[in-house]
Protein backbone atom coordinates (compact mmCIF):
# COMPACT_ATOMS: atom_id res chain seq x y z
CA UNK A 1 0.00 0.00 0.00
CA UNK A 2 1.16 3.44 -1.20
CA UNK A 3 1.89 5.56 2.07
CA UNK A 4 3.42 8.73 3.28
CA UNK A 5 5.35 9.17 6.39
CA UNK A 6 4.49 12.35 8.12
CA UNK A 7 7.66 12.58 10.37
CA UNK A 8 6.08 15.12 13.96
CA UNK A 9 8.24 17.67 15.06
CA UNK A 10 5.64 18.81 17.07
CA UNK A 11 3.84 21.06 15.12
CA UNK A 12 0.69 22.56 15.41
CA UNK A 13 -0.70 21.58 12.10
CA UNK A 14 0.79 18.09 11.93
CA UNK A 15 -2.55 16.04 11.67
CA UNK A 16 -3.99 18.40 9.12
CA UNK A 17 -0.66 17.69 7.11
CA UNK A 18 -1.57 13.79 7.39
CA UNK A 19 -5.73 14.60 6.99
CA UNK A 20 -4.73 16.54 3.57
CA UNK A 21 -2.71 13.99 2.72
CA UNK A 22 -5.38 11.57 2.59
CA UNK A 23 -7.62 13.60 1.41
CA UNK A 24 -5.61 13.27 -1.90
CA UNK A 25 -6.56 8.97 -1.69
CA UNK A 26 -2.93 8.65 -0.17
CA UNK A 27 -2.47 7.07 2.97
CA UNK A 28 -0.69 8.91 5.66
CA UNK A 29 1.03 7.84 9.29
CA UNK A 30 2.07 10.60 11.82
CA UNK A 31 5.24 9.36 13.75
CA UNK A 32 6.95 11.33 16.26
CA UNK A 33 10.38 12.40 14.45
CA UNK A 34 12.33 10.12 17.32
CA UNK A 35 10.22 7.01 17.38
CA UNK A 36 11.54 5.61 13.78
CA UNK A 37 15.10 5.06 12.37
CA UNK A 38 15.99 5.57 9.02
CA UNK A 39 16.36 1.94 8.39
CA UNK A 40 13.03 1.65 9.24
CA UNK A 41 11.50 4.47 7.22
CA UNK A 42 13.20 2.46 4.78
CA UNK A 43 12.12 -0.99 5.14
CA UNK A 44 8.20 0.60 5.50
CA UNK A 45 8.95 1.54 2.22
CA UNK A 46 7.35 4.79 2.19
CA UNK A 47 6.53 6.72 -0.49
CA UNK A 48 7.42 10.25 0.67
CA UNK A 49 8.36 11.94 3.45
CA UNK A 50 7.12 14.99 5.06
CA UNK A 51 8.70 16.83 7.92
CA UNK A 52 6.04 18.94 9.68
CA UNK A 53 6.30 22.18 11.53
CA UNK A 54 7.11 22.72 14.89
CA UNK A 55 7.40 25.89 17.71
CA UNK A 56 11.11 25.21 17.80
CA UNK A 57 14.21 26.99 16.39
CA UNK A 58 16.92 24.85 14.65
CA UNK A 59 19.93 26.04 16.58
CA UNK A 60 17.99 25.16 19.83
CA UNK A 61 19.97 22.34 21.70
CA UNK A 62 16.50 21.06 23.20
CA UNK A 63 15.05 21.57 18.89
CA UNK A 64 14.19 18.03 17.46
CA UNK A 65 16.25 16.70 15.26
CA UNK A 66 16.19 13.52 13.24
CA UNK A 67 19.32 12.24 11.53
CA UNK A 68 20.75 13.65 8.46
CA UNK A 69 20.26 9.94 6.89
CA UNK A 70 16.72 10.55 6.76
CA UNK A 71 17.55 13.04 3.78
CA UNK A 72 19.81 10.10 1.95
CA UNK A 73 17.44 7.43 1.37
CA UNK A 74 16.18 8.09 -2.35
CA UNK A 75 12.72 8.77 -0.81
CA UNK A 76 11.64 12.33 -1.65
CA UNK A 77 11.12 14.73 1.56
CA UNK A 78 8.76 17.59 1.93
CA UNK A 79 10.07 20.09 4.55
CA UNK A 80 7.61 22.53 5.92
CA UNK A 81 8.48 25.42 7.75
CA UNK A 82 10.44 24.36 11.23
CA UNK A 83 10.80 21.12 8.59
CA UNK A 84 12.09 23.26 5.95
CA UNK A 85 14.46 25.08 8.00
CA UNK A 86 15.74 21.92 9.44
CA UNK A 87 16.21 20.15 5.71
CA UNK A 88 18.08 23.54 5.37
CA UNK A 89 20.29 22.72 8.24
CA UNK A 90 21.07 19.20 8.74
CA UNK A 91 22.28 20.16 4.58
CA UNK A 92 24.73 23.05 5.79
CA UNK A 93 22.93 25.43 4.88
CA UNK A 94 21.85 28.66 6.79
CA UNK A 95 18.98 29.28 9.36
CA UNK A 96 18.93 32.58 10.63
CA UNK A 97 16.31 34.33 13.33
CA UNK A 98 14.93 37.74 14.79
CA UNK A 99 12.10 39.25 15.88
CA UNK A 100 11.60 41.73 13.88
CA UNK A 101 11.62 39.55 10.45
CA UNK A 102 8.71 37.42 11.65
CA UNK A 103 6.08 37.12 9.08
CA UNK A 104 2.50 35.68 10.34
CA UNK A 105 -0.68 35.36 8.44
CA UNK A 106 -1.46 35.82 4.71
CA UNK A 107 1.37 37.01 2.51
CA UNK A 108 2.05 37.24 -1.10
CA UNK A 109 3.47 34.56 -2.66
CA UNK A 110 6.12 34.54 -5.88
CA UNK A 111 7.19 31.07 -7.66
CA UNK A 112 9.63 29.91 -9.95
CA UNK A 113 8.75 27.31 -12.51
CA UNK A 114 9.15 24.22 -11.04
CA UNK A 115 7.09 20.51 -10.33
CA UNK A 116 6.46 21.63 -6.62
CA UNK A 117 4.53 24.91 -8.15
CA UNK A 118 3.04 23.09 -11.34
CA UNK A 119 -0.61 25.00 -11.69
CA UNK A 120 0.70 27.49 -9.18
CA UNK A 121 0.42 31.20 -10.94
CA UNK A 122 3.64 32.90 -10.26
CA UNK A 123 2.13 35.48 -7.75
CA UNK A 124 -0.79 33.72 -4.73
CA UNK A 125 -1.40 34.15 -1.41
CA UNK A 126 0.17 31.70 1.36
CA UNK A 127 -0.35 31.84 5.00
CA UNK A 128 3.19 32.31 7.10
CA UNK A 129 4.09 32.03 10.54
CA UNK A 130 7.50 31.94 11.53
CA UNK A 131 10.46 33.90 12.82
CA UNK A 132 13.81 31.67 11.50
CA UNK A 133 14.37 31.59 7.80
CA UNK A 134 16.64 30.14 5.45
CA UNK A 135 19.46 32.78 4.79
CA UNK A 136 21.63 30.43 3.02
CA UNK A 137 20.39 27.70 0.94
CA UNK A 138 23.09 24.34 0.76
CA UNK A 139 24.92 23.43 -1.60
CA UNK A 140 22.85 21.59 -4.71
CA UNK A 141 19.73 23.39 -3.67
CA UNK A 142 17.82 26.66 -5.40
CA UNK A 143 15.52 28.81 -4.04
CA UNK A 144 12.25 28.58 -5.84
CA UNK A 145 9.83 31.23 -4.36
CA UNK A 146 9.90 33.93 -2.16
CA UNK A 147 8.18 37.13 -0.35
CA UNK A 148 8.59 40.62 0.28
CA UNK A 149 9.83 39.60 3.82
CA UNK A 150 11.59 36.36 2.97
CA UNK A 151 14.34 35.62 0.25
CA UNK A 152 13.85 31.71 0.71
CA UNK A 153 9.92 31.02 0.77
CA UNK A 154 10.73 27.64 -0.68
CA UNK A 155 14.07 25.23 -1.52
CA UNK A 156 15.01 22.23 -4.03
CA UNK A 157 17.54 19.69 -4.53
CA UNK A 158 16.29 17.97 -7.70
CA UNK A 159 18.90 15.70 -7.52
CA UNK A 160 17.87 14.13 -4.19
CA UNK A 161 14.26 15.07 -4.57
CA UNK A 162 14.04 17.40 -1.01
CA UNK A 163 11.64 20.06 -1.13
CA UNK A 164 11.05 22.82 1.70
CA UNK A 165 8.57 25.45 1.86
CA UNK A 166 8.57 28.13 4.43
CA UNK A 167 4.96 28.39 4.70
CA UNK A 168 1.79 26.12 5.27
CA UNK A 169 0.43 24.53 2.85
CA UNK A 170 -2.05 22.73 4.72
CA UNK A 171 -4.18 25.43 5.56
CA UNK A 172 -6.65 26.99 3.64
CA UNK A 173 -5.73 30.01 4.12
CA UNK A 174 -2.97 29.31 1.12
CA UNK A 175 -4.56 29.24 -1.96
CA UNK A 176 -2.90 26.91 -4.04
CA UNK A 177 -1.55 24.83 -0.81
CA UNK A 178 -3.69 21.73 -1.90
CA UNK A 179 -2.02 21.52 -5.39
CA UNK A 180 1.36 22.22 -3.97
CA UNK A 181 0.38 18.86 -1.86
CA UNK A 182 -0.85 17.30 -4.89
CA UNK A 183 2.52 17.68 -6.31
CA UNK A 184 4.46 16.41 -4.48
CA UNK A 185 2.47 13.16 -4.15
CA UNK A 186 1.79 12.77 -7.61
CA UNK A 187 4.59 14.68 -9.43
CA UNK A 188 7.41 14.32 -7.49
CA UNK A 189 6.67 11.28 -5.60
CA UNK A 190 4.90 9.07 -8.50
CA UNK A 191 2.22 8.11 -6.79
CA UNK A 192 -1.07 6.87 -7.71
CA UNK A 193 -3.64 7.73 -4.85
CA UNK A 194 -5.97 4.76 -4.84
CA UNK A 195 -6.37 4.23 -0.98
CA UNK A 196 -9.97 5.25 0.41
CA UNK A 197 -11.99 4.45 3.25
CA UNK A 198 -14.10 2.04 1.07
CA UNK A 199 -11.19 -0.07 0.46
CA UNK A 200 -9.64 0.77 3.71
CA UNK A 201 -12.81 -0.67 5.17
CA UNK A 202 -13.03 -3.94 2.73
CA UNK A 203 -9.34 -5.00 3.80
CA UNK A 204 -10.02 -4.29 7.72
CA UNK A 205 -13.24 -6.37 8.00
CA UNK A 206 -10.38 -9.27 5.66
CA UNK A 207 -8.70 -9.07 8.11
CA UNK A 208 -10.34 -8.72 11.50
CA UNK A 209 -12.74 -12.20 9.97
CA UNK A 210 -9.15 -13.66 9.90
CA UNK A 211 -7.44 -12.66 12.89
CA UNK A 212 -10.83 -13.10 14.91
CA UNK A 213 -12.16 -16.10 13.49
CA UNK A 214 -14.06 -18.16 15.62
CA UNK A 215 -13.57 -15.79 18.37
CA UNK A 216 -15.96 -14.02 20.48
CA UNK A 217 -15.62 -9.72 20.54
CA UNK A 218 -17.16 -7.87 23.34
CA UNK A 219 -17.70 -4.24 22.67
CA UNK A 220 -19.69 -1.48 24.85
CA UNK A 221 -21.51 0.15 22.57
CA UNK A 222 -22.19 4.01 23.66
CA UNK A 223 -24.39 4.76 20.47
CA UNK A 224 -21.14 7.85 20.07
CA UNK A 225 -20.22 7.57 16.11
CA UNK A 226 -16.69 5.65 17.18
CA UNK A 227 -17.92 2.80 19.18
CA UNK A 228 -20.93 2.38 16.22
CA UNK A 229 -18.90 1.86 13.48
CA UNK A 230 -16.54 -0.22 15.51
CA UNK A 231 -19.73 -2.32 15.71
CA UNK A 232 -20.71 -2.56 12.45
CA UNK A 233 -17.08 -3.17 11.17
CA UNK A 234 -16.87 -6.06 13.54
CA UNK A 235 -19.79 -7.61 12.98
CA UNK A 236 -19.13 -7.61 9.27
CA UNK A 237 -16.41 -9.67 10.21
CA UNK A 238 -17.12 -11.74 13.01
CA UNK A 239 -21.20 -11.62 12.70
CA UNK A 240 -22.69 -13.05 15.84
CA UNK A 241 -18.91 -13.36 17.27
CA UNK A 242 -19.41 -9.88 18.26
CA UNK A 243 -21.31 -8.93 21.52
CA UNK A 244 -22.70 -5.31 22.14
CA UNK A 245 -23.60 -4.26 25.50
CA UNK A 246 -25.15 -0.71 25.30
CA UNK A 247 -25.64 0.46 29.17
CA UNK A 248 -28.96 2.67 29.10
CA UNK A 249 -27.79 4.95 32.23
CA UNK A 250 -31.06 6.98 31.34
CA UNK A 251 -29.21 10.26 30.63
CA UNK A 252 -29.19 9.68 27.07
CA UNK A 253 -31.24 12.51 24.62
CA UNK A 254 -34.69 11.81 24.34
CA UNK A 255 -35.94 8.99 22.40
CA UNK A 256 -32.01 8.17 21.79
CA UNK A 257 -31.79 4.77 23.71
CA UNK A 258 -34.66 3.61 21.80
CA UNK A 259 -33.10 4.54 18.67
CA UNK A 260 -29.52 3.10 19.17
CA UNK A 261 -31.90 -0.58 20.14
CA UNK A 262 -33.86 -0.29 16.83
CA UNK A 263 -30.71 0.80 14.88
CA UNK A 264 -28.12 -2.39 16.05
CA UNK A 265 -30.61 -5.11 17.54
CA UNK A 266 -33.11 -4.99 14.89
CA UNK A 267 -32.26 -2.88 11.75
CA UNK A 268 -28.65 -4.59 11.89
CA UNK A 269 -29.66 -7.82 13.53
CA UNK A 270 -26.55 -7.38 16.01
CA UNK A 271 -25.86 -9.52 19.14
CA UNK A 272 -27.01 -6.46 20.89
CA UNK A 273 -27.98 -6.22 24.60
CA UNK A 274 -29.59 -3.52 26.39
CA UNK A 275 -28.81 -3.15 30.01
CA UNK A 276 -31.89 -0.77 31.49
CA UNK A 277 -29.50 0.51 34.68
CA UNK A 278 -31.26 3.86 35.08
CA UNK A 279 -32.55 3.32 38.49
CA UNK A 280 -28.92 2.20 39.67
CA UNK A 281 -27.43 5.28 37.78
CA UNK A 282 -30.17 7.51 39.70
CA UNK A 283 -29.32 5.75 43.31
CA UNK A 284 -25.87 6.55 42.58
CA UNK A 285 -26.56 10.20 41.51
CA UNK A 286 -29.10 10.90 44.60
CA UNK A 287 -28.03 14.05 46.70
CA UNK A 288 -24.89 14.39 44.27
CA UNK A 289 -24.25 17.89 43.14
CA UNK A 290 -20.48 18.57 42.96
CA UNK A 291 -19.80 18.05 38.90
CA UNK A 292 -16.70 16.07 39.88
CA UNK A 293 -18.14 14.02 41.78
CA UNK A 294 -21.12 13.51 39.40
CA UNK A 295 -19.01 12.28 36.69
CA UNK A 296 -17.43 9.74 38.77
CA UNK A 297 -20.60 8.00 40.28
CA UNK A 298 -21.40 7.77 36.71
CA UNK A 299 -18.21 6.82 35.16
CA UNK A 300 -17.79 3.97 38.34
CA UNK A 301 -21.58 2.97 37.57
CA UNK A 302 -21.27 2.25 34.02
CA UNK A 303 -17.68 -0.01 34.67
CA UNK A 304 -19.89 -1.87 37.48
CA UNK A 305 -22.78 -2.65 34.90
CA UNK A 306 -21.00 -3.04 32.51
CA UNK A 307 -18.61 -5.96 34.23
CA UNK A 308 -21.98 -7.66 35.61
CA UNK A 309 -22.87 -7.98 32.12
CA UNK A 310 -19.60 -9.20 31.02
CA UNK A 311 -19.27 -11.79 33.55
CA UNK A 312 -22.36 -13.01 32.45
CA UNK A 313 -20.99 -13.82 28.84
CA UNK A 314 -18.36 -15.52 30.83
CA UNK A 315 -14.69 -15.47 29.11
CA UNK A 316 -14.37 -13.08 25.84
CA UNK A 317 -11.19 -13.06 23.29
CA UNK A 318 -11.32 -9.73 22.56
CA UNK A 319 -12.56 -6.52 24.52
CA UNK A 320 -13.37 -4.35 21.43
CA UNK A 321 -12.85 -0.39 21.67
CA UNK A 322 -13.28 2.72 19.72
CA UNK A 323 -10.17 4.24 19.98
CA UNK A 324 -9.06 6.67 16.78
CA UNK A 325 -5.79 7.54 15.16
CA UNK A 326 -5.74 11.53 16.96
CA UNK A 327 -5.99 9.01 20.52
CA UNK A 328 -3.29 6.73 18.89
CA UNK A 329 -0.86 9.75 17.99
CA UNK A 330 -1.50 11.88 21.08
CA UNK A 331 -0.66 8.64 23.19
CA UNK A 332 2.65 8.11 20.93
CA UNK A 333 3.65 11.52 22.62
CA UNK A 334 3.52 10.26 25.34
CA UNK A 335 0.82 12.83 27.12
CA UNK A 336 -1.31 10.37 29.06
CA UNK A 337 -3.92 12.94 30.00
CA UNK A 338 -5.59 12.73 26.63
CA UNK A 339 -5.81 9.00 25.93
CA UNK A 340 -8.99 8.18 25.19
CA UNK A 341 -8.65 3.99 25.13
CA UNK A 342 -8.02 5.14 29.34
CA UNK A 343 -11.07 6.99 29.83
CA UNK A 344 -13.42 4.90 27.68
CA UNK A 345 -12.91 1.79 29.53
CA UNK A 346 -11.06 2.88 32.99
CA UNK A 347 -10.14 -0.11 35.22
CA UNK A 348 -12.28 -2.50 32.95
CA UNK A 349 -8.98 -4.37 31.90
CA UNK A 350 -8.42 -5.47 35.40
CA UNK A 351 -11.96 -6.94 36.05
CA UNK A 352 -12.99 -8.90 32.73
CA UNK A 353 -11.42 -11.42 31.47
CA UNK A 354 -10.35 -11.41 27.87
CA UNK A 355 -7.22 -12.47 26.15
CA UNK A 356 -6.80 -9.04 23.87
CA UNK A 357 -7.81 -5.39 22.87
CA UNK A 358 -8.78 -5.08 19.23
CA UNK A 359 -8.97 -1.21 18.14
CA UNK A 360 -10.18 -1.24 14.60
CA UNK A 361 -10.59 2.40 13.78
CA UNK A 362 -7.01 3.04 15.16
CA UNK A 363 -5.83 4.09 11.30
CA UNK A 364 -8.71 6.47 11.13
CA UNK A 365 -9.24 10.79 11.67
CA UNK A 366 -13.10 11.15 12.92
CA UNK A 367 -14.14 12.19 9.55
CA UNK A 368 -13.25 8.97 7.99
CA UNK A 369 -14.72 7.47 10.56
CA UNK A 370 -17.80 8.52 9.71
CA UNK A 371 -17.62 8.14 6.04
CA UNK A 372 -16.77 4.64 7.00
CA UNK A 373 -19.81 4.74 8.86
CA UNK A 374 -22.04 5.92 6.02
CA UNK A 375 -20.35 3.20 3.65
CA UNK A 376 -21.47 0.74 6.12
CA UNK A 377 -25.26 1.79 6.19
CA UNK A 378 -25.06 3.90 9.45
CA UNK A 379 -28.53 5.81 9.45
CA UNK A 380 -27.27 9.91 8.97
CA UNK A 381 -28.38 10.49 12.78
CA UNK A 382 -25.74 8.61 13.69
CA UNK A 383 -22.59 9.45 11.60
CA UNK A 384 -23.47 13.37 12.20
CA UNK A 385 -24.19 13.24 15.69
CA UNK A 386 -22.92 15.91 17.43
CA UNK A 387 -20.45 15.53 20.22
CA UNK A 388 -21.93 13.94 23.50
CA UNK A 389 -20.27 13.58 26.63
CA UNK A 390 -20.06 10.67 28.08
CA UNK A 391 -21.76 11.37 31.32
CA UNK A 392 -24.86 12.22 29.09
CA UNK A 393 -27.16 14.94 30.72
CA UNK A 394 -25.21 14.18 33.75
CA UNK A 395 -23.34 17.25 33.17
CA UNK A 396 -26.03 19.28 31.76
CA UNK A 397 -27.91 19.15 34.99
CA UNK A 398 -27.14 21.38 37.84
CA UNK A 399 -27.66 20.38 40.83
CA UNK A 400 -29.08 17.03 42.29
CA UNK A 401 -29.92 14.83 39.40
CA UNK A 402 -33.80 13.80 39.76
CA UNK A 403 -36.02 11.59 37.18
CA UNK A 404 -37.77 14.88 37.27
CA UNK A 405 -35.32 17.12 35.93
CA UNK A 406 -34.00 14.26 32.98
CA UNK A 407 -37.15 14.50 31.84
CA UNK A 408 -37.98 18.24 31.58
CA UNK A 409 -33.99 18.18 30.04
CA UNK A 410 -34.71 15.95 27.72
CA UNK A 411 -38.12 17.67 26.10
CA UNK A 412 -36.72 21.41 26.49
CA UNK A 413 -33.59 20.14 24.57
CA UNK A 414 -35.70 17.93 21.73
CA UNK A 415 -37.33 21.18 21.06
CA UNK A 416 -34.15 23.23 20.98
CA UNK A 417 -32.64 20.89 18.55
CA UNK A 418 -35.48 20.83 16.83
CA UNK A 419 -35.67 24.35 16.35
CA UNK A 420 -32.03 24.53 15.21
CA UNK A 421 -32.14 21.80 12.80
CA UNK A 422 -34.87 23.64 10.95
CA UNK A 423 -32.28 26.33 9.65
CA UNK A 424 -29.95 25.04 6.76
CA UNK A 425 -27.24 23.11 7.14
CA UNK A 426 -24.27 25.38 6.77
CA UNK A 427 -26.19 28.23 9.36
CA UNK A 428 -26.27 25.32 12.16
CA UNK A 429 -23.61 25.41 15.01
CA UNK A 430 -21.28 23.09 15.42
CA UNK A 431 -22.64 22.04 18.91
CA UNK A 432 -26.50 22.88 20.67
CA UNK A 433 -27.74 21.43 23.43
CA UNK A 434 -29.92 22.77 26.42
CA UNK A 435 -28.93 23.02 30.23
CA UNK A 436 -31.06 22.25 33.38
CA UNK A 437 -29.92 25.11 35.67
CA UNK A 438 -30.94 24.70 39.58
CA UNK A 439 -32.06 28.23 39.77
CA UNK A 440 -36.16 28.36 40.10
CA UNK A 441 -37.83 31.61 39.09
CA UNK A 442 -41.17 33.16 39.62
CA UNK A 443 -43.77 33.34 36.77
CA UNK A 444 -46.78 33.51 35.70
CA UNK A 445 -49.01 30.84 33.67
CA UNK A 446 -52.61 31.64 33.53
CA UNK A 447 -53.58 33.70 36.56
CA UNK A 448 -51.85 31.50 38.63
CA UNK A 449 -48.11 31.88 39.80
CA UNK A 450 -45.44 29.33 38.95
CA UNK A 451 -41.99 28.64 40.45
CA UNK A 452 -40.54 26.84 37.84
CA UNK A 453 -36.83 25.78 36.79
CA UNK A 454 -34.56 28.13 34.55
CA UNK A 455 -33.16 26.20 30.98
CA UNK A 456 -30.34 27.83 29.23
CA UNK A 457 -29.59 26.63 25.61
CA UNK A 458 -26.63 26.71 24.21
CA UNK A 459 -25.52 26.55 20.61
CA UNK A 460 -21.04 26.93 19.78
CA UNK A 461 -19.35 27.62 16.67
CA UNK A 462 -15.79 26.04 16.44
CA UNK A 463 -13.76 24.05 14.22
CA UNK A 464 -11.86 21.65 17.16
CA UNK A 465 -13.95 22.30 20.72
CA UNK A 466 -10.88 23.61 21.77
CA UNK A 467 -12.38 26.93 21.60
CA UNK A 468 -15.05 27.98 20.57
CA UNK A 469 -17.69 31.27 19.86
CA UNK A 470 -21.32 31.44 21.11
CA UNK A 471 -23.51 31.26 17.90
CA UNK A 472 -25.16 34.74 16.96
CA UNK A 473 -28.53 32.43 16.08
CA UNK A 474 -31.41 34.56 14.55
CA UNK A 475 -33.74 35.94 17.39
CA UNK A 476 -36.92 34.13 15.65
CA UNK A 477 -35.27 30.99 16.61
CA UNK A 478 -34.43 31.65 20.31
CA UNK A 479 -37.89 33.41 20.56
CA UNK A 480 -39.39 29.75 19.12
CA UNK A 481 -37.68 27.55 20.90
CA UNK A 482 -37.92 29.79 24.20
CA UNK A 483 -42.22 30.06 23.69
CA UNK A 484 -42.22 26.77 23.05
CA UNK A 485 -40.38 25.05 25.79
CA UNK A 486 -42.56 27.37 28.50
CA UNK A 487 -45.45 25.98 26.91
CA UNK A 488 -44.91 22.44 26.26
CA UNK A 489 -42.35 21.49 29.22
CA UNK A 490 -44.05 21.00 32.38
CA UNK A 491 -41.61 22.79 35.26
CA UNK A 492 -39.79 25.70 33.37
CA UNK A 493 -40.86 28.65 33.62
CA UNK A 494 -37.84 30.84 32.09
CA UNK A 495 -35.26 30.42 29.20
CA UNK A 496 -32.01 32.04 28.53
CA UNK A 497 -29.60 32.00 26.32
CA UNK A 498 -25.54 31.47 26.72
CA UNK A 499 -23.35 33.96 25.15
CA UNK A 500 -20.00 33.18 26.88
CA UNK A 501 -17.43 31.39 24.49
CA UNK A 502 -14.63 28.87 25.41
CA UNK A 503 -12.18 30.43 27.33
CA UNK A 504 -13.26 31.57 29.72
CA UNK A 505 -16.23 29.19 29.58
CA UNK A 506 -16.20 25.63 28.63
CA UNK A 507 -18.58 24.03 26.07
CA UNK A 508 -20.64 22.11 28.71
CA UNK A 509 -21.99 23.47 32.12
CA UNK A 510 -19.96 21.15 34.66
P1 LIG B 1 -15.82 21.35 27.18
O1 LIG B 1 -17.00 21.36 28.09
O2 LIG B 1 -14.61 20.72 27.78
O3 LIG B 1 -16.25 20.41 25.97
O4 LIG B 1 -15.53 22.69 26.59
C1 LIG B 1 -15.55 20.29 24.77
C2 LIG B 1 -16.21 19.20 23.95
O5 LIG B 1 -16.05 17.93 24.58
C3 LIG B 1 -17.32 17.36 24.89
N1 LIG B 1 -17.21 16.77 26.23
C4 LIG B 1 -17.04 15.47 26.48
N2 LIG B 1 -16.95 14.41 25.65
N3 LIG B 1 -16.71 12.95 27.51
C5 LIG B 1 -16.78 13.15 26.18
O6 LIG B 1 -16.69 12.17 25.41
C6 LIG B 1 -16.81 13.97 28.42
O7 LIG B 1 -16.76 13.75 29.62
C7 LIG B 1 -16.97 15.28 27.86
N4 LIG B 1 -17.08 16.50 28.42
C8 LIG B 1 -17.20 17.39 27.40
C9 LIG B 1 -18.29 18.51 24.85
O8 LIG B 1 -19.62 18.08 24.55
C10 LIG B 1 -17.71 19.40 23.79
O9 LIG B 1 -18.06 18.96 22.50
Same mark, same amino acid.
Given at each position: ?39 ? *? ?48 ? @? @? ?12 ? @? ?54 ? *? ?47 ? &? ?120 ? @? ?22 ? *? ?67 ? &?? $? ?10 ? $? ?70
Amino acid at each position: MEKILVLDFGGQYDQLIARRVREQNVYAEVVPYDRITPEE *IRKTGYGGIIFTGGPNSVYDPASPHCSEQVLELGIPVFGICYGHQLAAYL @K @KGTVTGAEDFSEYG @KTQLYVAEHPLFFGVPEKSVCWMSHTDYVSEVPGGFHVTAYTDKCPCAAMCDDTHR *IYGVQFHPEVTHTQYGTQILRNFLFGICGLKGDWDVGNWAEQTIGCLAE &ELKGQSVLLALSGGVDSSVAALLLHRAVGDGLTCVFVDHGLLRKNEADFVEETFGKTFGLNFIRVDAKERFLSALRGVTDPEAKRRAIGETFIRVFEEEARKIGHVHALAQGTIYPDVIESG @KGDSAVIKSHHNVGGLPDVISFDR *IVEPLRDLFKDEVRRTGALLGLPHELVWRQPFPGPGLGVRITGEITEEKIRMLQDADAIWREEVGKLDE &EK $RPDQYFAVLTDT $RSVGVMGDARTYGYTVALRAVSTDDFMTAEWTRLPYEVLERASGRITNEVKGISRVVYDISSKPPATVEWE
